[in-house]
């Protein structure tokens, strides 16, 4: 007989594999040790199992993560034009245990930090290669701009989580993004980021200026399914889309998906424009922002079809503003459709982001209008060139002398 509450814990298990095996370590090691303690013959062999799998799931999990964020930070320098509210971005990405929304085990903490080298202390991840050799891999970050980054991680309740079969309680990161978000507004007013290192050193870091807010995913997350947005400062994207994503442009269209709930609405109302439908997106309108010389060619390659794509709803406007920040970066526009397939056909939980029929269907007629604009950018470029090598080859006339006026 079917049983909707089996049925979703059994789907559950299956859309967050990490989640179920890091959980059945814990209890792995509970149970030998217990048996152990028994004299069960085989307890002691089974012991010696490393776990290696757990970690390696641990250590996949991380990896997506950083590609994540680094991403992030790509997206709100790209679409800078586009963002109500601008400020500077640190040019690295700091991670900790503490950054996990989902609160873990003591065991399953231990894989992490064995699989990642991870622990309480804010290490950096990732740093942009303009980014000073004082700020490299691996380091460990005490304080920015004097302010010390915190120790342990807070406690949040998401009463909502109960309804969607995930933890009530999750780990609250709030306090180191208090720590950035000061810090980000004191570049803006043209004071330098300083990061304190475990040493005691102190390195300067040059930002970019970018859109404010951040876009954030965790590789465990007590509500992995859900997005969840705090006014313009910050937005969550579902952890499940994050684990399933698996190119950069992929992550970067993830990325660019939430940034649009912090984009301009002004800039927006540039990119959208009534032609008898009542809520249109104008194909090629945020490359005109952000990619000098490219509106040159959206009247000849739109000279064959309607500019103006019908869209349903404000996420059907994400995704297509996506496609177009992924582009101009120089990606592939249909990344979020081939990551939407994917998720689709594994019936994943993945709030907002899953695109309906009517979405993918425009998302991807738009798609295939961005490539065509990159094509005829592509061949513009190509005749430019060769005709700069014409006029290089071409022999210099001698310069002919001017008569003597007497």
Not at 7 to 23: E, G, I, S
Not at 92 to 108: I, T, Y
Not at 114 to 140: I, L
Request: with cysteine.
């Amino acid at each position: 007989m079917y049983c909707p509450r089996s049925a979703h814990r059994q789907q559950t298990a299956r859309l967050q594999p990490a989640k179920r095996l890091l959980t059945g370590a814990g209890l792995a090691l509970g149970l030998l040790s217990a048996l152990g303690a028994l004299g069960v013959p085989g307890a002691a062999h089974a012991q010696s199992y490393d776990f290696a799998f757990e970690r390696e799931l641990s250590r996949t999990g991380f990896q997506q993560e950083v590609q994540f964020r680094t991403a992030a930070i790509h997206v709100v320098w790209a679409a800078e034009l586009l963002c109500d509210q601008t400020t500077q971005i640190e040019p690295f990405v700091l991670l900790s245990l503490q950054a996990l929304r989902q609160r873990l085990s003591d065991e399953q903490r231990s894989l992490f930090t064995q699989a990642t080298g991870m622990d309480e202390r804010w290490r950096v991840v990732w740093v942009d290669e303009a980014a000073p050799e004082a700020s490299r891999m691996g380091m460990v970050v005490r304080s920015v701009n004097g302010r010390e980054l915190p120790g342990s991680s807070g406690t949040k309740f998401q009463f909502g989580a109960l309804f969607r079969g995930g933890s009530a309680l999750a780990n609250d990161d709030q306090a180191f993004w208090d720590v950035m978000l000061k810090a980000r507004a004191e570049a803006e007013e043209g004071k330098p980021m300083r990061l304190t290192l475990e040493d005691g050193s102190t390195h300067e870091v040059e930002t970019q200026t970018g859109c404010a807010g951040s876009v954030t995913a965790s590789s465990f997350d007590a509500d992995p399914d859900a997005v969840w947005r705090q006014g313009n400062l910050r937005a969550k994207i579902p952890a499940n889309a994050m684990l399933e994503a698996r190119t950069r442009d992929e992550f970067r269209w993830l990325a660019a998906f939430g940034t649009y709930f912090q984009a301009s609405q002004s800039a927006i109302e540039k990119a959208q424009q009534a032609q008898g439908v009542s809520n249109g997106f104008v194909v090629g309108k945020i490359l005109t922002m952000t990619l000098p010389g490219v509106g040159m060619l959206l009247s000849a390659v739109e000279a064959q079809a309607e500019k103006t794509l019908a869209v349903d709803s404000i996420v059907g406007n994400a995704d297509l503003f996506a496609n177009e920040v992924v582009a101009s970066l120089g990606g592939d526009p249909a990344a979020g459709l081939r990551l939407n397939e994917r998720m689709l056909a594994k019936e994943m939980k993945v709030e907002a982001v899953l695109m309906t029929d009517f979405r993918r269907s425009t998302a991807a007629e738009h798609a295939r209008r961005i490539k065509a604009i990159q094509a005829a950018q592509l061949e513009q470029e190509r005749r430019d060139a060769l005709a700069q090598e014409e006029a290089q080859r071409q022999p210099l006339r001698p310069l002919q002398m001017m008569p003597t006026v007497r």
